[in-house]
């Protein structure tokens, strides 16, 4: 079972910054943070990962708090193009391993 | 980021037949996965193909249903056996652990196209 929560859909206006927020509670130690997106009929896509600090990348930006129980993906400036359901995902390690894919949110960006 | 293919995009299948799927790589990767993505439904993993060894297959999922190879680094194939009508789905195919061009090893997983497999 996914280890990890999140709203099923979200809205955000163009041009806005997307706020999409996960909990994962039962985190361990040693498990990374990832996110990953599905935009339609395609493969997920991934946006970024993180360990304990936070990070951003040309995509996105990573806040995980600080008793690493739940983070929040920022998309600084959505474009319609953004649309697409957004996975996060928590697995031991950063390299290799399998992926355990919840159900996301699905955002809308609207004009 | 590595490039991955799959054959075929798509295939519309009677019921009792199989369907293999193929995934090639542009350059050599540690892992490669294989999930089932139902309609309108998250991905789920099937296995992990494992090079020179029997694939490690996930609960619920068995080899005699869901056969794969992986005969080197760089293909693998997923065989859906004895198609019924709830095989309709998208079998995804990814990577990870392969050698960058800058020469880092990559630390996440990148995903094929997709095949998309009807059974009537």
């Known amino acids: 079972d996914a280890k990890t929560t999140q709203p099923p859909s979200m809205d955000c206006a163009e041009g806005r910054a997307a706020n999409l927020p996960c909990n994962h509670s039962?985190?361990?130690?040693?498990?990374?943070v990832y996110w990953y997106r599905q935009i339609h009929s395609q493969g997920p896509q991934y946006i970024i990962h993180?360990?304990?600090n936070n990070e951003t990348n040309e995509m996105a930006s990573l806040i995980i708090t600080e008793d690493r129980k739940s983070s929040t993906l920022i998309l600084p400036h959505a474009t319609l193009r953004d649309t697409a359901v957004y996975y996060c995902?928590?697995?031991?390690?950063?390299?290799?391993?399998?992926?355990?894919f919840g159900q996301g949110t699905e955002l809308s960006v609207k004009p | 980021s590595a490039v991955i293919s799959q054959k075929p995009s798509r295939d519309i299948c009677q019921r009792g037949t199989s369907l293999t799927i193929q995934c090639q790589v542009d350059?050599?990767?540690?892992?490669m996965f294989w999930y089932r993505q139902q309609p309108g439904q998250s991905l789920t993993l099937i296995a992990t193909?494992?090079?020179?060894?029997?694939?490690?297959?996930e609960s619920g999922f068995v080899i005699d249903k869901f056969p794969i190879s992986r005969p080197n680094l760089t293909f693998s194939t997923l065989t859906v056996s004895n198609l019924s009508p709830e095989d309709s789905s998208i079998y995804l195919c990814?990577?990870?652990?392969?050698?960058?061009?800058?020469?880092?090893?990559?630390?996440?997983?990148?995903f094929g196209p997709g095949t998309r497999l009807t059974v009537l």
């Open positions: 990814s990577v990870e652990g392969g050698g960058s061009n800058s020469g880092g090893l990559y630390n996440e997983q990148f």
């Open positions: 039962t985190i361990s130690g040693n498990e990374y």
């Open positions: 993180g360990l304990k």
């Open positions: 995902i928590v697995r031991v390690g950063n390299q290799g391993g399998k992926l355990i």
């Open positions: 350059s050599q990767v540690t892992m």
């Open positions: 193909a494992n090079q020179g060894s029997e694939a490690t297959y």
